[in-house]
């Protein structure tokens, strides 16, 4: 099992919860698991309705089984300067760069150099051990950009190779290329059952697959309970109308004669049974697309109150129904 | 439901005032804002304007069914669109390094737009910069709008991180390839001989210097070139970002914020509105779309739960009569106690299958059959009524957050929209939602 877990996905895909949910799910038996965001979102504060996270790593929740979950707000300005402490010893000199707006200046425009932060702090905290020897953490499950640009952030090498072609940043570049297209990392997907995302799945599959980085699994996210079957569905294109309206009146709905308050709900209830039916063709079809790409699918239930703390909790569960942990 | 009237957003009259000439379509990603822009594009060009719409990333099908595909940066025109009102609609996709490299080569002689071109560092900044794509949409509408050939420009906006970016990125990008830091780096020996600069060369040599530790040399020489080429051959970035940020607040300019009832999107939609008063953006109002409606709203879920369990119960009585326990129950099948009975039962799931009953019409089997269709129609009717209910209520919260928004909100389609008629439908559904 991958001990970085990178979550992407188009745009309203609910990635976060996903990633967080996942987070979750990991943190079984005393396990310990680190949840980043990278993008500044505050994403997760806002998931599990705590306030902002600092860029400093708080434990922001507890997995049945005594799991601990972890999350880190990955500040790329800090994270540089953090670098550079690191590096050479710069103290007040880093806050002197900073105040010119050079720190600024880095993590911004120069292209590749934040990405190589970002996810150098992640790797850096993939394989940190404490005293004893032990990983500090078992899991780190990053929130990643989206599907559009992930592989170009996770290709950290390839984009600072043509600028810095030698120096720390080009060392570090080449350290964390190592740990991301190794099997210690593994990037998850989240789609649902419309065209569009799924339509970015795929293409984003085969950018990773062609940037030689490791493709985890799929995850249908806010997949709607299936409530008429095949048989119902055949059933209501030619439904006896009058069947329905006695059928309605037994369960206790008012009259079922021409007029009566049951007969009168036959029309709406069908309309949205045809909408119901267009709907499960066009999500069967897109499974399908899924399933073609030959990854392990997972799936997730839309949330019917909505999502919330209660709600990730659930989420997790389900992950680990499906054995994804 | 909603508890005070909530101001309606009419596109029409906006799509149809000549004074309207850039409708700026923005939101946080996955709510629909190509679409959106696309279908407000086909509307305002059948009602008599001549409309040219900036998409970002379409639906690959939708690009087509635009002719639009083909990604070359340049306007086409929109087949089959009904001209009878003397309108036209033109569309293009954004092609951000296409159009960055476009503006060297329009402002820099053949060399030196060469040189610029191949620097390694414009490469990535053209290809790679978080702040590119917004930057280079707004000098795309820049550019469009100073070719005056359209009546209106509609826009979509860039899938970004947030959807400040947008807003930020061109004014971001512009003092940092203008700004006192890049003159700093790129023009050390003029300030060398300034005394009250001292303080500044010092950090500045320090900050070459460790920039250059890191970056490896290298990236700072190429940084250095590619500003000074820059600079030289057009009036600085900062000059192009604010002319495009002043065309945003000028008169005949409109946001849109796009959304959908979810709490996400909403929060980021709200989030917006605030941002663009601060800025002195005109809002025209809030697109809300894919909202779920009913046309039996008059029954609660929770009646047609109870109902339908009502009618679950009576079958049960029913099958309790001679055909106990045929409905094919995960429980019947995964039990192992009674292989005897589960096996032959398998293969037998006509008791209430369609196929079986459809031949008597009115007997016992279809009145089953009949109910279990009834029970799902129940259930899915609480489903949609408890979607309404969470939908409408999310839409309270903004509402009563910024009651001076105008709403237009747009029906739900079951399926996606990837032709003209798709999109002419959601005009419909968007003008029809005031």
């Given at each position: 099992m991958s001990r970085l877990q990178v979550v992407s996905g188009k745009g309203g895909t609910g990635k976060t919860t996903v990633a967080a949910a996942l987070a979750l799910a990991l943190a079984t038996e005393g396990k310990r698991t680190l949840l980043v965001e990278v993008e500044g979102r505050q994403g997760i504060a806002q998931l599990f309705e705590t306030e902002a996270l600092p860029y400093e790593e708080r434990k922001i929740a507890v997995a049945p089984g005594g799991g601990e979950v972890f999350a880190l707000a990955i500040d790329p300005e800090l994270a540089l300067l953090d670098y550079l402490q690191m590096f050479y010893k710069l103290g007040g000199a880093g806050r002197a760069l900073k105040k010119l707006g050079a720190i600024d200046f880095a993590t911004?425009?120069?292209?590749?150099l934040r990405d190589v932060l970002l996810t150098g702090k992640a790797c850096e905290a993939v394989r940190r051990k404490d005293k004893t020897g032990r990983f500090v953490y078992d899991y780190v499950v990053m929130d990643a950009p989206p599907t559009g640009r992930i592989t170009r952030f996770l290709n950290v090498n390839d984009e600072v190779a043509g600028l810095a072609k030698i120096g720390p940043i080009h060392n570090q570049a080449q350290a964390v290329m190592r740990v991301l297209k190794s099997r210690e990392t593994a990037v998850h997907l989240v789609a649902l059952l419309e065209e569009m995302p799924v339509q970015e799945t795929v293409d984003g599959i085969s950018e990773l697959r062609a940037a030689k980085l490791p493709v985890g699994r799929i995850i249908v996210n806010m997949v709607r309970p299936a409530i008429l079957d095949e048989a119902d569905l055949d059933l209501t294109r030619d439904a006896p109308r009058t069947a329905i309206a006695k059928s309605l009146s037994a369960a206790g709905?008012?009259?079922?004669?021409?007029?009566?308050v049951a007969e009168r709900l036959v029309e709406p209830l069908l309309t949205q049974a045809e909408e119901y039916a267009e709907r499960y063709a066009l999500e069967r079809e897109q499974r399908a697309a899924l399933q073609a790409l030959g990854l392990p699918l997972h799936e997730l239930p839309l949330l019917a109150e909505g999502l919330d703390l209660a709600g990730l909790y659930e989420l997790a569960t389900e992950l680990r129904r499906q054995g994804i942990s | 439901m909603s508890l005070d009237p909530v101001r309606l957003l009419d596109v029409d009259p906006l799509l149809d005032d000549p004074k309207t000439r850039i409708v700026v379509c923005c939101g946080a990603g996955g709510v629909g804002k190509t679409t959106t822009a696309a279908a407000l594009g086909l509307r305002a060009a059948e009602r008599g304007r001549k409309v040219v719409v900036l998409t970002i990333d379409p639906a690959r099908r939708l690009a087509q069914s635009m002719g639009?595909?083909?990604?070359?940066?340049t306007p086409r025109r929109v087949k089959g669109v009904d001209d009878s009102a003397n309108g036209e609609l033109h569309a293009m996709m954004l092609d951000m390094k296409r159009t960055f490299d476009e503006i060297v080569e329009a402002h820099a002689d053949p060399e030196r737009a060469a040189a610029i071109l191949n620097n390694p560092f414009y490469q990535s900044l053209s290809a790679g910069f978080a702040g590119t794509q917004e930057y280079m949409a707004m000098e795309k509408l820049g550019q469009l709008r100073a070719r005056d050939e359209w009546d209106l420009i509609v826009v979509d906006t860039p899938p970004?991180?947030?959807?400040l970016d947008f807003l930020d990125a061109p004014k971001r990008l512009g003092s940092f390839l203008d700004g006192r830091l890049i003159r700093l780096l790129t023009a050390p020996a003029k300030l060398g001989g300034r005394a009250g600069m001292k303080f500044l060369n010092v950090g500045m040599s320090m900050m070459t210097g460790t920039l250059g530790k890191l970056l490896g040399g290298q990236l700072l020489k190429d940084v250095q070139t590619f500003v000074s080429a820059m600079d030289t051959t057009f009036g600085g970035f900062r000059t192009r970002a604010d002319a495009t940020y002043k065309l945003l607040q000028a008169p005949g300019t409109a946001f849109l914020v796009v959304a959908a009832p979810e709490r996400d999107a909403l929060r980021e939609a709200a989030y917006f509105v605030e941002r663009l008063a601060a800025e002195d953006m005109p809002l025209a109002g809030l697109v809300l779309n894919r909202v779920h409606s009913s046309g039996?709203?008059?029954?609660s879920a929770e009646r047609a739960l109870a109902a339908a369990e009502n009618l679950a119960e009576a079958r049960i009585v029913d099958q309790e009569g001679g055909k106990a326990g045929l409905r094919n129950s995960p429980d019947t099948y995964g039990s192992s106690e009674s292989p005897d009975s589960a096996v032959p039962e398998?293969?037998?799931?006509?008791?209430?299958?369609p196929a079986a009953d459809r031949i008597d019409a009115e007997g016992a089997g279809t009145a089953r059959t009949v109910d279990h269709l009834t029970a799902g129609l129940l259930r899915l009717h609480a489903e949609r009524m408890r979607l309404l209910f969470r939908e409408q209520r999310t839409r309270d919260r903004f509402t009563s957050l910024h009651p001076e928004v105008a709403v237009a909100e747009v029906a739900a389609l079951p399926g996606d929209v990837h032709d003209l008629a798709g999109l002419r439908d959601i005009g419909d559904r968007l003008a029809a939602g005031a």
């Open positions: 911004t425009i120069a292209p590749g709905l008012g009259g079922a004669r021409r007029g009566g | 639009i595909d083909a990604l070359d940066n970004s991180r947030s959807a039996a709203a008059q029954l398998a293969p037998a799931p006509d008791a209430g299958s």
